[in-house]
């Protein structure tokens, strides 16, 4: 099997210019995320988004420049947003050899501006419920009364629209930025609005760097008390990127009891730690199964375990959901049960855990901003 580099890359797009900029791609410093998977290639081309639809012939070319590499299968180029100066910390092309350096109080507030608190809602894997969980504690903090938005960036499997049952897309009114959905009153963006399902994950794997990002920015948010963010699984490149780039209030912690057993939730903590980006709080869920037939609880896979590691790591333990088939058939029903059914045991857990890390959000933002080095 011929092998593809990104020095492959690189050489082919040096051969393409910008017109307007009358350099090349390469040395504009406009590529960058570039991913190689068994033959498929995907990329993001950075341009000022005012030249936004101009660009398309550009996309086109680079493309078909890089499809002529031999052993190509395919190529899907993005244009993103310019990152501006942020761009050189987290061009994945030179990350290897770079720590990141941004600090959660030291980051551009022209990301949603008028959203005073962006909670971060992580995993170390998928499938542990970290979306069931992101959707049913923002809407418990809606009816805290706070003004709340969700935003789904789980790029490789965004499930807001099937969990809240919306398929529409969403709108613009001038014709800048989206208008968020409103539903079950909350704010909604999901990346799944904008990207058709079965789009390659090739694909996704250079937007999602800067997904988070124009989402914030282009979506028109307006004044929100917070906006949830469901991130997507994982602690990669990808993942550290999204949560140094964007000024996030502080991050959740969505593990099973197995996944704490296993050290994935330690690796979510480490990212965010890395970036310095508070860790509000471990959350466990699944913990105790509830029989449907008769209510009895059963600690299938034991129980305290993520309590004692929150109390290890010296992090909140944020609470329990337990395992209980209602969570997942209204989560697939489109009716989130802190709604669905609002006086279940399982409602309770999760407006527990939202009031706990409403808390720890307001202790963080009176908390004075850590200084580097100490
Ligand atoms: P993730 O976002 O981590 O991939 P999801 O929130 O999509 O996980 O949950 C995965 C599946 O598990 C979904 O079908 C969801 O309905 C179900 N689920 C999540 N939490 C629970 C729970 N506490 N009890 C029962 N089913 C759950």
Redesign the pocket.
Known sequence: MVSISKENILEKLAAVKDPELGKDLVSLGMISDIIIKNGNVGFSIEVDPKRGPSLEPLRKEAENVVRKIPGVLSVSAVLTAHRGIQKSENNPTTSKDQQPVASASGKSRELAPDVKNIIAVA?GK????????ALNVAISLTLQGLKVGILDA?IY?P?LPRMIDVNEKPKSKDGKTLEPIEKYGLKCMSIGFLVPEDTPTIWRGPMVMSALEQMLKDVAWGNLDALVV?MP?GTGDAQLTMSQRVPLAGAVI?STPQDIALLDARKGLNMFKKVNVPVLGIVE??STFICPKCGEPTDIFGTGGAEQEALRLGVDFLGG?????D??TT??DGTPIVLESPDSIHSKSYRDIASAIWENVDKQRKAPPAIKGL
């Not at 998928?126 to 969980?133: D, F, L």
């Not at 959901?321 to 088939?325: A, D, E, K, S, Y």
Request: hydrophobic share 25%; net charge neutral.
């Open positions: 995993s998928g499938g542990v419920g970290k979306s069931t969980t789980d499997g499930s469901d699984p969505v869920n699944m959901i337990p395992l209980h088939r969570i997942r989560s697939d």
